[in-house]
């Protein structure tokens, strides 16, 4: 059973970076798959942020893209995410999560449970 | 690109059935059979309940199906039981390799 756990700071400020490590146990991310990032602002719906192969290969939404950084470290089996420059309006549940199969970004099967960050001065 | 849109509510009685809409455009649910249906209780992360407009990961009851006509993409859960309460969410693959949601919908089992 693929696991994943987000980790990272739970306050950011504002115009500052949000930096986000989702490990991933039980799975080899280098087996293939994508590994996405889907947020949750408080009491609101779900956001798709980005996704990368394992290969580093990534995608973005078009609504943050140029503010959205993945990346993938094979021999520590996380991904990571930078979001830069931050607003408040980024405040949500982040979640790290798995495709439900290696040839699509567009369904995830695992997830992680979710981390909340905050954006305030 | 906005958010597919979805009822902000639905309701049912044990054992009747309910459906959920999720209504796009061509650029995303009209034009693209990647469609996903994901079910979040409070405090939860979302689960897989339908992918590829109808198909269900192992696991899911085949109470839950998807459809999709036209822009407009559909959950139907049957046979409703008190469990089913929870916020529903569908999503699309759109043009220019985007992933979008919809807006959520809330449904009670009454």
Redesign the interface.
């Given at each position: 059973q693929v696991q994943l756990q987000e980790s990272g700071p739970g306050l950011v400020r504002p115009s500052e970076t949000l930096s986000l490590t989702c490990t991933v146990s039980d799975f080899s991310i280098s087996s293939g798959y994508y590994w996405g990032w889907?947020r949750q602002p408080p009491g609101k719906?779900?956001?798709?942020i980005g996704?990368i192969y394992y290969s580093g290969f990534t995608?973005y939404?078009?609504?943050l893209k140029g503010r959205v950084t993945l990346s993938v470290d094979t021999s520590k089996n996380q991904f990571f995410l930078k979001l830069s420059p931050v607003t408040a309006a980024d405040a949500a549940v982040y979640?790290c999560?798995r495709s439900?199969y290696s040839g699509?970004?567009?369904?995830?099967?695992y997830?992680?449970?979710?981390t909340l960050v905050t954006v305030s001065s | 690109?906005s958010?597919l849109t979805q009822p902000p509510s639905a309701s049912g009685s044990p054992g009747q059935s309910v459906t959920i809409s999720c209504t796009g455009s061509t650029s995303d649910v009209g034009g693209h059979d990647?469609v996903?249906w994901?079910q979040q209780h409070p405090g939860k992360?979302?689960?897989?309940m339908i992918?590829?407009v109808n198909k269900r990961?192992s696991g899911v009851p085949d109470r839950f199906s998807g459809s999709k006509s036209g822009n407009t993409a559909s959950l139907t859960v049957s046979g409703l039981q008190a469990e089913d309460e929870a916020d529903y969410?569908c999503?699309?693959?759109a043009d220019?390799?985007?992933?979008?949601?919809?807006?959520?919908t809330k449904l009670a089992v009454l």
């Open positions: 889907i719906g779900l956001e798709w996704s995608y939404s078009s609504s979640y999560a439900a699509s970004y567009s369904f995830y099967k997830w992680g449970q979710g | 690109q958010a990647y996903s994901y992360a979302p689960k897989l992918y590829e990961p969410y999503s699309s693959y220019s390799n985007n992933l979008l949601f919809g807006g959520g």
